[in-house]
């Protein structure tokens, strides 16, 4: 007769540690709980080890590439900017390394915290087996159990593709030299920062976009820019174009088949990135064994607390479909963390969304764009100006892109901005700074700003209100 297994006791449990894992399991530990923090693969999740560090690590990289290469547009004699690919490689694995390291560090030195590493399935409503990477097998339980296993890079069902050798966004890290003509298949965010990354590094990049624009979710005069401003470094960008099968007539080519604008045409090339979305990592986890709820693509919906369908198990970040971006599984932890240890009962709604776009220059993003404005029906205006008129960026020769802000007509409040230009994220912040306080764009219009900075340009972008 097989005998049930022993079930050890947890206050909480959290699944996955990403960048809300991670601090929600050590803040609980140190309030007094006991917490199992379970981690199949790398300590610190997608962002530290496939995500942000690396990609920002690897654009740093490209970046200084095209400045070497732009040298003589500011008087300087410069070598080549030859790249050597592996040191930037080297320079990008020991980066994650340093982080990962760090984190883990973190989480095994807080009192009350075991780090669990292995792969983790419902097999009851809260309880779990863990199929350990040492070999063997763990059952814990809890009361309170945290998801924040995140979301891995999709593949679609294009004909041909499982021939192709497909690249996603964490391989395209680990390609052994620099592609010779890369092709990318999805106009988002991350298709877009490797697009230009790699052509700086010196590759041929071509992206097929299935819809009408770069950035579908950005509004057209935004999108419009960034894709003149991909197309001015050498990348060429395929619009209405969806690839309907791939061939790979032998091992040096890839070609896909595109249809799009009535007609038919074939793109060759050495490499293929597929940056078309992500999918949750649930399969594995099992969630209906707990009772959990998950939509038909696998994610787990949650109410405005980040509950699931069964009370007391939560899921945060990717895994709930919400806006997959660190910073707001980071603040999805600050949300159970008032609600588990201060009795309060936060939620996420109404949250001000701030994005990056790590081009460059970069597409710092936060509130509703103007599209959004007229389709809740609000009587507003627009401020743009382009980053020509900016001093700062004239004096250092980045004057690409452009800023733009909408406005309420009626309270003067910011109700969303885009800023297209050199450091355009900080920019952006300053912006949300400034929503979050509730402040109407004439602070910000009449404000006396430090010359020569890029922050003053707020003072011409809401001047344009009145011309």
């Avoid at 592996?86 to 915290?113: E, H, I, P, Y």
Wanted: hydrophobic share 40%; glycine share 12%.
């Amino acid at each position: 007769m097989e005998m049930s297994p022993q079930f050890k006791q947890f206050d909480a449990i959290v699944v996955g540690s990403g960048q809300g894992g991670n601090p929600l399991a050590m803040a609980l530990a140190s309030a007094g709980w006991q917490v199992a923090m379970v981690e199949r693969e790398h300590v610190g999740g997608s962002c530290i080890n496939k995500g942000c560090t690396p990609t920002k690590t690897m654009i740093a990289s490209a970046r200084i590439a095209y400045l070497v290469n732009r040298a003589k547009d500011y008087g300087v004699n410069s070598s080549s900017g030859s790249v050597d690919f592996s040191k930037v490689l080297k320079r990008k694995n020991d980066m994650v390394q340093s982080f990962r390291s760090g984190s883990r560090k973190k989480l095994t030195s807080t009192a009350g915290l075991s780090l669990i590493e292995g792969n983790a399935r419902f097999v009851g409503e809260k309880q779990l087996e863990v199929e350990m990477l040492s070999g063997g097998k763990e059952y814990i339980r809890a009361d309170k159990i945290i998801i924040d296993t995140g979301a891995s890079p999709s593949m679609p069902p294009i004909p041909g593709i499982d021939k192709a050798g497909a690249l996603d966004s964490t391989s395209i890290m680990e390609v052994e030299g620099i592609p010779e003509h890369l092709l990318i298949i999805g106009g988002g965010y991350v298709g877009l920062e490797f697009s230009q990354m790699f052509r700086r590094f010196g590759s041929r990049v071509t992206i097929v976009q299935r819809g009408s624009q770069l950035l579908t979710s950005e509004d057209q005069d935004i999108a419009e820019e960034v894709t003149s401003i991909l197309r001015q470094e050498g990348v060429e960008v395929l619009l209405n174009a969806d690839t309907a099968g791939i061939d790979v007539p032998d091992r040096k080519k890839i070609v896909l088949k595109i249809k799009g604008d009535g007609e038919e045409k074939v793109v060759q090339g050495s490499h293929l990135l597929v940056a078309v979305g992500r999918v949750p990592n649930t399969t594995i986890l099992d969630p209906e064994a707990a009772g959990i709820s998950v939509d038909e693509r696998g994610f787990i919906p949650v109410n405005d607390q980040l509950e699931t369908s069964v009370p007391g198990i939560f899921a945060i970040g990717d895994v709930n479909g919400g806006p997959a971006f660190t910073h707001v599984s980071y603040d999805d932890h600050k949300v159970l963390l008032k609600n588990l240890l201060e009795g309060g009962n936060a939620g996420v709604s109404g949250r001000l969304l701030p994005y990056v776009v790590f081009t460059d220059p970069q597409l710092g993003r936060v509130g509703i764009t103007e599209k959004q404005a007229q389709e809740r029906g609000y009587d507003y205006r627009v401020a743009k100006i382009p980053m020509s008129w900016v001093a700062r960026a004239i004096e250092t020769d980045e004057t690409r892109g452009l800023m733009k802000a909408v406005v309420d007509h009626k309270t003067g409040q910011i109700l969303g901005a885009a800023v297209l230009g050199i450091e355009g994220g900080e920019l952006m912040a300053a912006l949300q700074v400034a929503m979050l306080g509730g402040l109407p764009y004439t602070v910000l219009r009449d404000g006396m700003f430090a010359h020569p900075t890029l922050a003053e340009s707020f003072n011409t972008l809401f001047g344009s209100l009145e011309s």
